[in-house]
């Protein structure tokens, strides 16, 4: 069974830093393309950002709303993903959702996601 | 980052079919048949119901269905049930995003 589980949220001052986890089991991790998604309190999806798969180069795409302040890494040895987020900003603020498409399925699917985890920026 | 647009909300009475419509460009939806539709129930993380346009993940009831003509993408729910009632967000490969884009989500209600 896939299981992907998010930690790292919390309560962080604007400005502050973060790091959220994403500890994934039950697939071929080092295949795997893995995604970070969030979404604002009463909003919709968004597009965070994503790492490919070594074979792939193992490079990463921020969405233009981050780029420069997160970064995403992945330890395919202890099969964890990362989202690095400096200097927050109050519209930081959602649900972080880690997410992939896991064996079955091509790199534009994500049929597999964690439960998310909640990152509150405030003064 | 550009987003696909759906309705804010389509509501339908159980038992009959309610189409949500999902509207790209010529640069995701119209480009490639990597559209793929999310259902989420409030406080859980999204559930894939469709993908690539007209597939069904195993589990998923055959009362869904997808198309697209274009740059338009449908989710069809026939046979609607009260457990219907939730948010739903395509998404769509894009060529000129990071990877996907997602739509601005469909509220569902079963009246």
């Known amino acids: 069974e896939v299981q992907l589980v998010e930690s790292g949220g919390g309560l962080l001052r604007p400005g502050g830093s973060l790091r959220l986890s994403c500890a994934a089991s039950?697939?071929?991790?080092?295949?795997?393309?893995m995604i970070w998604v969030r979404q604002a309190p009463g909003k919709g999806l968004e597009w965070v950002g994503l790492?490919?798969?070594?074979?792939?180069?193992?490079?990463?795409d921020v969405a233009a709303p981050v780029k420069g302040r997160f970064t995403i890494s992945r330890d395919d040895s202890d099969h964890i993903f990362y989202l690095e987020m400096n200097s927050l900003k109050t519209e930081d603020t959602a649900v972080y959702y880690c997410?992939?498409?896991?064996?079955?399925?091509?790199?534009?699917?994500?049929?597999?996601w964690g439960q998310g985890t909640l990152v509150t920026v405030s003064s | 980052q550009s987003v696909l647009t759906q309705p804010a909300s389509v509501s339908g009475s159980p038992g009959q079919s309610i189409t949500i419509s999902c509207t790209g460009t010529?640069?995701?939806?119209?480009?490639?048949?990597?559209v793929s539709w999310y259902q989420q129930h409030p406080g859980k993380a999204p559930k894939l119901v469709i993908y690539?346009?007209?597939s069904r993940p195993s589990g998923v009831s055959n009362r869904f269905s997808g198309s697209k003509s274009g740059s338009t993408a449908s989710l069809t729910i026939s046979g609607l049930q009260a457990e219907d009632e939730a948010d739903y967000y395509c998404?769509?490969?894009?060529?000129?995003?990071?990877?996907?884009?997602f739509g601005t989500g469909t509220k569902v209600t079963v009246l």
């Open positions: 997410a992939t498409h896991g064996d079955l399925y091509g790199a534009a699917t994500l049929p597999y």
């Open positions: 039950g697939f071929t991790f080092k295949n795997a393309w």
């Open positions: 790492i490919r798969t070594k074979n792939d180069g193992g490079t990463t």
């Open positions: 010529s640069g995701d939806v119209g480009a490639y048949n990597y």
């Open positions: 690539e346009v007209n």
């Open positions: 998404s769509s490969y894009s060529g000129v995003s990071i990877h996907s884009v």
